[in-house]
Nanobody, 121 residues
C-alpha cells in the first residue's frame, strides 16, 4: 500500500505565501517524477509543476516565477512554495508521484487526497 499525504493548504490573502508538503509512504522501491496538480471548481485538473529524481523542474506558465517545487528524496517528500498568490490560484492542490513499489514493477502514478488553497482578494 502506498499513500501520498498533502499538508499546508489554507486561506491566504492575495500577495501572500503558502508552502505545501506531500509525503509518500508505504512500500516504495523508487520514485521518479513527483509533481503538483490543481483543480479549480468547474475546471479540469492541470499541472502546476513537477520535479524529476535528478532535480529537473517544470512549471506551468501561470505559476512561473512565483512557485518553486523541491523535493527531499531521502524523505520521499515534495514541496511547493507558493509566493505572490493570486485569487486565480484558488483550487484543490493534488500531489502526484510516479513510482515503483518493487524493483521489477512498471512505473505507476499515485495521487494524494488533495489540499484546499483559497486566496482571497
Amino acid at each position: 500500500q502506498v499513500q501520498l499525504v498533502e499538508s499546508g493548504g489554507g486561506l491566504v490573502q492575495a500577495g501572500g505565501s503558502l508552502r505545501l508538503s506531500c509525503v509518500a509512504s508505504g512500500r516504495i522501491f523508487s520514485i521518479n517524477v513527483m509533481g503538483w496538480y490543481r483543480q479549480a471548481p468547474g475546471k479540469e485538473r492541470e499541472l502546476v509543476g513537477s520535479i524529476t529524481s535528478g532535480g529537473q523542474t517544470n512549471y506551468a506558465d501561470a505559476v512561473k516565477g512565483r512557485f518553486t517545487i523541491s523535493r527531499d528524496s531521502a524523505k520521499n517528500t515534495v514541496y511547493l512554495q507558493m509566493n505572490s498568490l493570486k485569487p486565480e490560484d484558488t483550487a484543490v492542490y493534488y500531489c502526484n508521484a510516479d513510482l515503483k513499489r518493487y524493483r521489477f514493477d512498471s512505473w505507476s502514478a499515485y495521487w494524494g487526497q488533495g489540499t484546499q488553497v483559497t486566496v482571497s482578494s
